[in-house]
C-alpha cells in the first residue's frame, strides 16, 4: 500500500527504523496532515536528504514543536523554506537559523521575517543581516526592533537603515537610537528622524546631533526636539539653527535658548524670532537677552514683550526703548508696569506715557504717578483715568489733584473720589469741585466734607449738593452749614432736611430759615422743630407757618 494512503494515526505509529527507510519519493508524496502526525523521534531521525524531500506543501503541516526537533544538521531548500509560516520560521533553533544562507535568507517574505521572534532575529549574524533587502526588513515588528542590540543595529547597513518606516524607526530602543553610525544616522530621511520616540532621540550623542543635516532637523517634531539637553542644542551650527521653523523654535525651554552664543542667537530670522513664545523670552537672563540684536527687539510682538521681565526689559538702551511703538507699549502687563522703577519709567518716551491704557495707569506706582507732570496728567483721556486706583486716588497730594482737568475728575467714579485724601479734596479749585457729579459728591466721607473750604462748599450746585448723604449731614456743626448758600439749602431733600442735626436746625439764621420751601418745612422732624427758638420762629413766613403740619404746631415753643 502506498505510504500516502496511511491515515494521520498510522504515519505517528511508524517507529523510527521505519521512518528512516522511507524513500525520497515515498516522503515527497506524504500531505501535510500526514508529516504533521509524524513523532517527535521520528523527525529527529530525518536525515537532511529526506526532509528537503518532503513537498513544499507537505512542510506547511509540520508544527512548531516538530520544527524543535530537527537535527541540528538539517537545513531546507528555498521551496520548502517558501512555504514556512512566520510561527514556523521563528521555531527555528538558533543553530537552524544560522545555518540559512543568503541564497535560503533572499528567499523569505517579509512577513515570514516579522513572525521571528525579537531574539530569535537578533541571533542572525552580520552576513546575513547584511543580505536583507529593504522589503523584507520592512516585515520586522515594533517588538523584533525595540529588542535589537548595539551589535545587531552595527551589522545593518545605512541603505537598509533608510528603508524602515515611520512606525519601524517609532520602535526603536534608546539604545538602538544611539548606536547608529554617523553614516546610517546621516542616511534617514527627516521623517524616519522625526519618527524616533522621544527617548530614543534624546539618546542621540552630541557627535550624532551635530551630524544632522539642516533637511533632518527642519523634519523633526517640536516634542522630539525638545528633548536634546541644552548643551546638545548649543552644539548646533548656525546653519542648523537656521533650518529649524519658528514652530520648533517655539517649542524650546528657555534653557535650550540660553545655550545658544550671540552669534548664533542673532543668526536667527525674523520670522524664526517671531515665533519665540512669551515664556521663552520671559525665561531667559539679561545676559542671554541681551545676545538679540536691536533689529530682533524691535521686531518682538506686544505679545513677546509682555513676557518679559523688568529686568530684561529695560536692559535695552533708551533708544531701543523708545523705538518701541505705543501699541507694543500697550501690550506690557500690569505687573511689568507695576515694577518699573522710577529710573525705569523716566526712560519711557512722552508718546509711550500717554498711550498707557486705564490699566496700565491703575498699575502704576504711586511715586511714577506722582511724578507726571500737569501737562501729561491732563493729557489722558477720561477712560484712561478711570484706571486709576484706590491706592493711587488716596495717594495724590495738593499738586497731584491740581493737574486733574473738570473733564477727568467727574470721569472718575465715586469710590475714586471717596478714596481721595482730605489733602487732595481741600486742594480742587472751585472749577473742579463744581465738575463733580453728585453721586461723587456722596461718596465723600463727612471727615474730608467738613475740611472742605467755605468757598468750597458755596461753589457746589444744587444737583451736587443732593448728593450729600444723612451721615455726613447729621454730623455737620452749626459752622460747616453756614457754609451753604440760601439756595443750596432750598435744594436739598426732604430727607437730607430730616436728617439735620438738633445743634445745627437751632442755630439756623434768618436768612437760612428764609431759604427752607414749603417743601421742606414739613420734613422738620418734631425734635427738629423743638430745637427752634421763638425768634427763629419769628422768621418764618406766612407761607412757611401754613405748610407746618398740627403735630409741629402743637410742639413749636411758647
Known sequence: MPINY??????SGLSETRLRSLSETQLGSLRSTQVGAISTSGIEALTTTQVN????????????????????????????????????????????????????LDVLSATQLGGLSGVKFSHLNATQVASLTTTQLRGLSAVQLSQLSTTDMGEFAATQIAGFTTTQMASLSAGAAAALSATQAAALASTQLGALSATAFSALSET???????????????????????????????TQIGALSSTQLGALAATHLGSLS??????????????????????LSVTDFGKLSETQVAGLSAAQLAGLSVENLFSLSDTQIQALSTTKIQGLAAWQISALTPTDFERLAETQVRALTATQIGALSTTNFSSLDATMIRSFGTAQIKGLSAYQAWSLNATDAGEFTPTQLAALSADQIGAFSATALTS??????????????????ATK????????????SAAQVKGLTAPVLSGMSAADFAKFSALQIAAFSTGQIGSLSTTVVGALASTQIAALTTLQIPALTVTQIRSLSTTQVGYMSASQLNALTAMQVANLPT
Open 449 to 460: 466734607f467738613y475740611q472742605l473750604s467755605a468757598t468750597q462748599i458755596g461753589g457746589l
Open 428 to 445: 480742587l479749585s472751585s472749577t473742579q469741585m463744581a465738575a463733580l457729579t453728585s453721586p461723587q459728591v456722596g461718596a465723600i466721607s
Open 6 to 11: 496511511l491515515s494521520a494515526a498510522q504515519i
Open 53 to 104: 524531500a518532503l513537498s513544499s506543501t507537505g512542510v506547511k503541516g509540520l508544527s512548531t514543536t516538530q520544527i524543535q526537533h530537527f537535527a541540528p544538521a538539517v537545513v531546507f531548500d528555498t521551496d520548502q523554506l517558501m512555504a514556512l509560516s512566520g510561527a514556523q520560521l521563528s521555531a527555528f533553533s538558533t543553530t537552524h537559523l544560522a545555518a540559512l544562507d543568503e541564497t535560503r
Open 262 to 283: 550671540t552669534t548664533q542667537i542673532q543668526g536667527l530670522t525674523t520670522t524664526q524670532v517671531a515665533g519665540l513664545t512669551a515664556t521663552q523670552l520671559g525665561g
Open 208 to 238: 550624532q546631533v551635530a551630524g544632522l543635516t539642516t533637511t533632518q532637523l527642519a523634519g523633526l517634531t517640536a516634542t522630539v526636539l525638545r528633548t536634546l539637553t541644552a548643551t546638545d542644542f548649543g552644539e548646533l551650527t548656525e
